[in-house]
C-alpha cells in the first residue's frame, strides 16, 4: 500500500476518517480519476504530518487556526524552492478539503495565494527541433535509449490508450476516453532492433510487460520486467542524449520538450486544428471527441502521415540506403551503426553504412594510386622521346 492510504485509512473510493471519506467522495462524483485521488491525499497527507494532528483532528480547529497553519504550510513550501505552480495548487486542495468539511461562508479559511505570472515557468526549457532530435536518438548509448526517444517525440509522450487499461493502471484512460497515436517509420524501426535485442536478453517478451521495462538495480530482478522506466529514469535519458548530441542547452531539454515539437511537426504538417489536438491527447469540447471513433483509425494514420518529423534530405536518402540495405539481407543496421560509430567517433551515420553494407556483402574499398603531375620540363622530354 501506498504511505497516503496507510496514513488516511483509505481503501478504494473511502476512508475511515470521516473528513477524508467526504474528501474522497467529492472527487470521486467529479472525475473519479485515480491520478487526481493520488495527488490530492498525498497532499493532504503531507500537511497532516506537517500540523502534527489526524485529518479529523483538522477539522475541529477553528478557522483562525487553521488558516494559520495552512498559510505556514504553502509558505513553507515557497520557502524550500517549490515552484508557485505546485504551492497554489497545494493550497487549492487543501481549501476544497477545508470547504468540504465545514469551512464556508463566516467560517472559510483566509489565506494568500502567491501571485503566478500568465507565462512563468519556473525550469527553463529547451524545444530541439528535429535535426537535433535526430542527433539524440542516435547518440542516446543503446537501442533501447534510442526507441524511447523517438517514440517520445513521434508520439508526443503519448500511445493507444483503452479503457481495458484501467485493470492493469487505474490511472490509465482518463474518463474513460480511448485515444489513438502512431510512430512514425524511424520509431518503429527502432522499436524494432529494441525489441530484438530485448528476446535475446530474456527470450520473450508476455503480453503483460511495458514496452520499455526499467533496468534499474533499484527494482528487485523477479519484478523488473513488469516494471515500466520510471519518470526521473526518462528524464536523465533524454538530457543525456542531448548532451551527447551537441546540444548547447542540453540541461534544459526534458521529455515535455519533445512532446512540443512533436506538436509543432503535426502544425508544419498541415493538420486540422482538431485532428492536432486529437493526436496530442487532448479531449474536444462537445460532440467533436466522438467522431474519433475506431471507425477514424485509417483516416488518422493517413493524416498523421502528412506530418514530417525530420525534413532534411539527408535524412530520406539515409533511409532510402537502409531500406536498400535491408533488401539485401543485411539486419540489424540501426544497432550496427550505432556500434561502429562509438568505435570511430568521427565517422557520420552514412559513412558508417557504407562501411557496414561493404563488410557485410565482402567489397572491397576501392584503392587509388596517386599519380604525380608532371612538370613543364618532364613534359618536353616526353615529346622528345627521352
Known sequence: MRAWEVFLKVKQWSSEYESVDKYLGHFKRKTRSEGTKELACDLLMRFSKFAGKEPDELTRLSPAEVSK?????????????QSIRTVNVTLTFLRTFFTLNSFKGARQIDVERFFQPSRYRKRPEYIPTADEIYRMAYAAGSAKNKAMVLCLYTSGVKVPVYPEMKEMDQRACKGNIPYYSFFSREAVNAVRDYLDDRCKVFGSIENDEPLFASTSTNVPLEVRRSTPVK????????????????????KEVHPHCLR???????????????D?????????????DPYYDSSKTEDLRTKYSAARFFKTETTDKLEMVKAFARSLGIDKIEVKIQKLR?????????EALGRIMRQELGINPIK???????????????ENGN
Open 69 to 81: 497553519l495552512v498559510q505556514s504550510y504553502v509558505d513553507s513550501l515557497a520557502d524550500k524552492g
Open 231 to 250: 519518470r526521473n529514469t526518462l528524464d536523465l535519458v533524454v538530457r543525456r542524449a542531448a548532451r551527447r548530441g551537441g546540444i548547447t542547452r542540453w
Open 260 to 274: 512540443k515539437a512533436f506538436e509543432s511537426a503535426l502544425r508544419n504538417g498541415g493538420l486540422d486544428t482538431k
Open 276 to 288: 492536432q489536438e486529437f493526436l496530442m491527447g487532448h479531449i474536444l469540447p462537445g460532440v467533436q
Open 342 to 350: 562509438e568505435l570511430h567517433s568521427g565517422l557520420d551515420e552514412m
Open 368 to 382: 587509388t594510386k596517386m599519380v604525380k603531375q608532371r612538370g613543364p620540363e618532364e613534359a618536353d622530354d616526353c
